[in-house]
């Protein structure tokens, strides 16, 4: 630990002069320009981040002053810093980028199961994993995971960036989904990232290496009726059925004859997706209605064996 | 003796003469072709349907020997042409071709994994279950190609909203675990599908692994560019991971894997054999070497000459499996 504050500090270093920045408030869209004046001085290559966003563009007006053009970024507080040749200069200063995620400025990912451990039956305890790859050539933020070392400021925030060749791995990722998370990864880098999500439990790790969890693109979420096929009706089995969407919105759910509009909460904020599940899901087809006006939605089952807890995925295809 | 030649040639000429025709006898697989199908015998008043091989359509009688049909979407090939009267089928020898290429009417889907029974480890039997479900948004069938050795399902059957669709499964293999399944152009949103895999020696502990049904768009197009990456793969005992991988069917290729496993990189190479055959992707596959867990990368090798050699696009996934419980996990790439 001692090691690793050293090597921030060598990165990172708070100001001993007094910067300003004008604006401090702008479009999640990006292209706000945005004056740094500080006493200072600026070197030519001065470079500004928005948390752990570069600039979309940076220049030197003078030994005092810089111009930033801010980047896309989900609506957030984030800190303004310099990256100067070789650390990082807290501004001390934020900007806050507000206003909804502009869609054609990021892939969206939904991670469905996203949580921290949660202890079950039979001395079960469930968690999930993250894997995922940086193959490109350039750091790569990510929004909508956080560094699980709070050992710098900066990595409060939550935007995660990954270095080229580098894995969430070695980063060490916080789970906080509830249980769902979004992510946020600009387009022409989401190729670059390689990533796969997998639920098992820890105490049953040598027998079953878990389930795999699909990472689902914002495309695949629908207003059309999608059913989910094949629900057992064996008691040694439960089923949960799990509904996300990207605000509140209200959905029918048909199990045969039964019918129910079912209300998906939560969404209070770009990362967290509305949610709402039902237990206890009977066997044979379940047909998911979503307001045709409303959210597009995604959903799938989790069909749990009650004695052994193994877990088996029920998901719209194709 | 002229009137024995007379009686020869009446007959002569009425075996040369057809019971059916049919003009034009070949068209795009997009269908759309009108056709006429004349018929020696009065056709009656009758409804009638015209199928292409296992496609039926409706027809109109223009005149008493002559009905008008337009041709459904089909896969490219030759297929028989029957005439439906009312209620039964009457054999033409009348045959259809569609010609092009079948991506231009029909989306593909691959099931990666839609094989018979297969004995395991253990007494494991693994089966695998496809169903399929005709969503109420659908006004008319869908035919789906491939399914059960080329032939239309759900055509007329349509399912009652509190039955679960029944699971489709075979008997016989195809000569890989994979299949490719057609349905027309934009018809694949009327349908929900699910396919699984699961050891019936294990059924009351576990309902079996999810395996996914992959659209053409998530295979990698980039021909010699293409690569695939499949992260945090286990490979070391009490675990053992087959890389499988699947090619568009009309051309073969040449694969490098690299397995990355604790910052080294070993290269494997296999050769991804094309079947020729629309329903049977090109197949790979790779037992991964014991390393713990790797990441893996598939990329198509260049041969000297691919300028001339169109690569396939490719699609891959690992199949994790426990030796002891035989219980499998999927690794997909994003």
Not at chain 1, 15 to 25: C, E, H, I, K, R
Not at chain 1, 137 to 153: A, F, N, T, Y
Not at chain 1, 191 to 217: M, Q
Not at chain 1, 306 to 318: A, F, G, K
């Amino acid at each position: 630990m001692r090691k690793l504050l050293l090597l921030a500090s060598f990165f990172f270093v708070l100001p001993l002069f007094g910067y300003t920045v004008t604006p401090a408030s702008g479009p999640a869209a990006g292209g706000t320009e945005v004056t740094i004046d500080g006493v200072g001085g600026f070197w030519e290559y001065d470079f500004v981040y928005f948390g752990v966003v570069p600039a979309a563009s940076t220049r030197r007006v003078d030994a005092d002053t810089i111009i930033a053009v801010t980047p896309p970024h989900v609506p957030a507080t984030v800190p303004v810093l310099l990256w100067e040749y070789d650390i990082f200069v807290n501004t001390a200063q934020t900007f806050t980028f507000t206003g909804e995620v502009p869609p054609a400025a990021f892939e969206r990912l939904l991670l469905p199961i996203f949580m921290p451990p949660v202890p079950g039956a039979f001395g079960s305890e469930f968690r999930t994993e993250l894997s995922g790859l940086n193959h490109g050539r350039d750091w790569m933020p990510i929004h909508g995971l956080k560094q699980e070392c709070q050992c710098v400021p900066m990595y409060g925030q939550e935007t995660l960036r990954l270095f080229p060749h580098k894995t969430l791995d070695e980063i060490g990722v916080a789970y906080e989904g509830k249980p769902g998370r979004f992510l946020y990864i600009a387009p022409d880098q989401a190729k670059d990232f390689s990533a796969n999500l997998r639920v098992y439990d820890t105490s049953r790790a040598a027998e079953n290496f878990g389930t795999e969890i699909p990472i689902v693109r914002a495309s695949a979420f629908r207003t059309t009726p999608f059913a989910l096929l094949g629900m057992p009706g064996d008691p040694r089995f439960r089923g949960t059925l799990r509904l996300y969407a990207d605000r509140p919105t209200t959905v029918t759910v048909r199990f045969g004859n039964t019918a129910s509009v079912v209300t998906l909460h939560g969404g209070a904020t770009v990362l967290d997706p509305a949610y709402a599940q039902i237990g206890n899901v009977p066997g044979g087809r379940v047909i998911v209605e979503p307001d045709p006006n409303g959210a597009p939605v995604w959903g799938f089952i989790s069909v749990t064996n009650n004695e052994t807890q193994h877990i088996t995925t029920i998901t719209p295809r194709p | 003796m002229r009137f024995l030649f007379a009686v020869f040639f009446a007959f002569a000429a009425a075996a040369q003469q057809p019971d059916y025709t049919i003009t034009p006898n070949r068209g795009p697989v997009a269908g759309g072709t009108e056709v006429r199908i004349t018929s020696r015998e009065d056709l009656g008043a009758w409804p009638y349907a015209v199928i292409f091989g296992d496609t039926p359509v409706p027809a109109i009688l223009a005149g008493s020997h002559t009905l008008i049909a337009t041709t459904p979407a089909h896969l490219p090939g030759t297929v028989p042409v029957t005439i439906f009267q009312y209620d039964f089928g009457i054999a033409t020898d009348l045959t259809f071709t569609f010609e092009g290429d079948a991506e231009d009417a029909f989306d593909r889907l691959l099931l990666p994994v839609f094989v018979p029974p297969i004995r395991g480890a253990f007494g494991a039997e693994f089966r695998t279950d496809l169903r399929i479900s005709l969503d109420r948004s659908a006004t008319v069938p869908v035919p789906i190609y491939g399914v059960m050795d080329p032939k239309i399902y759900g055509a007329n059957v349509p399912w009652e909203l509190d039955e679960d669709p029944r699971a489709l499964r075979i008997e016989e293999g195809f000569g890989n675990p994979g299949r490719f399944i057609y349905v027309p152009k934009g018809r694949a949103k009327e349908l929900s599908m699910n396919l699984r895999a699961y050891d019936v020696s294990r059924a009351s502990s576990n309902y079996g692994t999810q395996i996914p049904i992959v659209p053409s768009s998530a295979f990698a197009t980039d021909g010699y560019s293409s690569r695939i990456g499949i992260i945090g793969v286990p490979t070391s005992p009490p675990f053992r991971s087959k890389l499988r991988i699947y090619g568009t069917p009309d051309w073969g290729a040449t694969l490098d894997v690299d397995i990355e496993m604790h910052g080294l990189t070993e290269m494997r190479r296999v050769e991804l054999v094309p079947s020729g055959d629309p329903y049977t992707p090109g197949y790979a596959e790779l037992d991964l070497p014991d390393g713990g867990i790797v990441n893996v990368w598939i990329r198509v090798f260049t041969p000297p000459i691919s300028a001339l050699l169109p690569a396939p696009d490719i699609w891959a996934f690992v199949s994790v499996t426990n030796n002891e419980t035989q219980h499998i996990t999927t690794i997909t790439p994003r």
